[in-house]
């Protein structure tokens, strides 16, 4: 009798706890609440975070799935990192709960976060969304979370994914060639002709994978297609071709998108000309040289000086006469860096280029192409410039840009804009440009209209540098980015620097623009995150106060 009274105080006592709150996670709870609404306490709400998952509960990870959609964006970012890295039996079976959320965001983030945990015990869960879920982001989050996860069960359900059809295939696609699973190739092939540029862009990105030289007909004729997303994934994907009969076919394909009408498809085909590396590529290049009458001139420069380590300058003809004298070797192939081959060209080049007059902004290169300069509006840039220099920072933006722009190369184009995030709750964002409407010609009235319009700018908000910096992907005529920063990123969608960078170069496929930056910083990790940002966008970083 005794035994059985022990054994039932025991089961009260734990049937208490299960639903009862630690101590130290209500605390947690209750600072996070009531933090929400202040702007200036949001670092000590993510040091609450972190200190609420090392508790490893239910309600911790309940907590912390809730703040993927909270108000302040980069907390949502914040909170997946937490999350990832989270302890705790209950943490997997909370985030596949989440999957049936009724906000997307929580459920796209949910699955992201099962991928990045290699979640084996969630993959019911996830390809179940995969099949049912509404919201495309959420199906394609469910498609790279079982390819991250990659056992059998989850290459099943991405084989039914790809079956299934629609925009998420393409994710289904692209994770099964990563997964090398090649007896998928087939169907794969089949999803080039979809409708969605997205499943398209998938089935092309994983035959690259795969291994595109079987399929290499069906590829070619994606060159075709009416979507620029689809055209760029083409040339990418003709560059892993490595027989060489499946080169000879893909020759005229390679041949077109160097003369797209969209100046980005031209530009990452000269890109994937270096990726593919063989003679063809040297050859398709000096014929385009020769056409080509935009900036891209020094991209296809660039590509022959590194696939054969000669320098003949910009001349078609001598760059034709060399090969054709040559023994037609190419140079030792480098390791591809993680940004890919594209970048601007040094000041010293661009007088051999014979593409007429330049001026600079901070001693940065501005070429004849569309210009997009945006500023940092954050409190600091209302600062001194330094103890003997009292004029503000933004005053100095102001004065450089004025002096850039009535120098900017006949038939420039550019325009001004700045990226707000108000220190205030609810947070409210704005994105503000000189026009509205996108670039305008470099035409005194609209020089003024530009200095006028920057004159009025109030300085005041958080710095958000990735809204600031893709933003202008909108306006698919801008080239190049002039991005003026005293630091790094507090606010936006990413503060934590290698995520900010990784979503950058997610941008950037589509949209190959040059990013230029300019620090004023006096941190030297600020300073080299902006370098960073400029490695990343094939551009140079100029540091005028250092």
């Not at 130290?24 to 996070?32: R, V």
């Not at 969304?129 to 469910?142: F, G, P, Q, S």
């Not at 022959?304 to 060399?322: F, I, P, Q, V």
């Not at 410039?385 to 009292?390: F, G, H, K, L, M």
């Amino acid at each position: 009798m005794r035994v059985q009274l022990w054994l039932a105080i025991a089961a009260c006592a734990l049937m208490a706890g299960a639903g009862a709150i630690h101590a130290d996670d209500k605390a947690d709870i209750k600072a996070i609440d009531d933090f929400k609404s202040e702007p200036f306490k949001q670092y000590e709400r993510e040091d609450k975070m972190r200190s609420l998952a090392k508790s490893g509960s239910a309600e911790a990870a309940n907590k912390l799935i809730e703040l993927l959609a909270d108000d302040y964006v980069h907390i949502r970012d914040a909170a997946s990192d937490i999350l990832i890295e989270m302890k705790g039996d209950p943490v997997h079976p909370s985030l596949a709960r989440a999957l049936s959320h009724k906000n997307a965001e929580i459920r796209w983030r949910a699955a992201e976060v099962l991928g990045f945990r290699l979640a084996a015990d969630a993959v019911k869960e996830l390809a179940e969304k995969l099949r049912t879920d509404k919201d495309l982001l959420v199906r394609e989050a469910c498609a790279r979370s079982l390819g991250a996860i990659g056992n059998e069960e989850a290459r099943k359900a991405l084989q039914e994914g790809l079956k299934q059809g629609g925009a998420s295939s393409g994710a289904c696609a692209r994770a099964l060639g990563q997964l090398g699973q090649a007896d998928a190739a087939e169907r794969i092939e089949k999803l080039l002709t979809a409708k969605e540029w997205q499943a398209a862009v998938g089935a092309l990105d994983g035959l690259a994978l795969l291994g595109p030289d079987a399929h290499v007909k069906a590829v070619a004729r994606c060159a075709a297609s009416k979507d620029w997303r689809v055209r760029i994934a083409t040339a990418q994907c003709l560059a892993r071709l490595t027989q060489a009969p499946a080169v000879a076919e893909a020759r005229a394909a390679m041949t077109e998108l160097l003369k797209d009408d969209d100046w980005r498809v031209r530009r990452r085909t000269v890109e994937a000309l270096v990726d593919l590396w063989q003679a063809a590529s040297v050859e398709l290049l000096i014929a385009a040289l020769g056409g080509e009458k935009e900036f891209i001139v020094h991209d296809i420069v660039n590509a022959l000086e590194l696939l054969s380590s000669e320098r003949k300058g910009y001349s078609a003809e001598g760059w034709k006469m060399w090969w054709e004298g040559s023994k037609k070797e190419l140079a030792a192939k480098p390791k591809r860096p993680l940004q890919g081959w594209l970048k601007a060209p040094l000041a010293g080049q661009l007088a051999q280029s014979g593409s007429g007059d330049s001026t600079v902004f901070f001693n940065v290169p501005v070429l004849k192409q569309n210009a997009m300069f945006v500023f940092d509006l954050s409190g600091s840039m209302r600062e001194p410039v330094s103890r003997s220099d009292t004029r503000i920072k933004f005053d100095l933006a102001r004065e450089e840009l004025a002096k850039t722009l009535s120098a900017l190369p006949k038939g420039a184009m550019f325009n001004v804009g700045a990226y707000r995030y108000s220190s205030q709750y609810p947070p409210q964002t704005e994105w503000m440009r000189a026009f509205s409407d996108g670039v305008r010609d470099a035409t005194p009235a609209h020089i003024k209209a530009a200095n006028d319009w920057i004159a009025k700018v109030e300085v005041k908000g958080w710095g958000a540098f990735y809204e600031a910096l893709t933003l202008p992907l909108d306006d698919a005529r801008v080239h190049v980015i002039y991005f003026m920063s005293d630091g790094a990123p507090s606010r936006g969608t990413y503060v934590k620097r290698e995520n900010l960078l990784a979503a950058l170069r997610r941008a950037l496929r589509f949209s190959p623009v040059t990013i230029n930056t300019v620090t004023i910083a006096n941190k030297g990790r600020d300073i080299e995150f902006m370098e960073d940002i400029a490695k990343e966008g094939g551009g140079a970083c100029s540091k005028p106060l250092n």
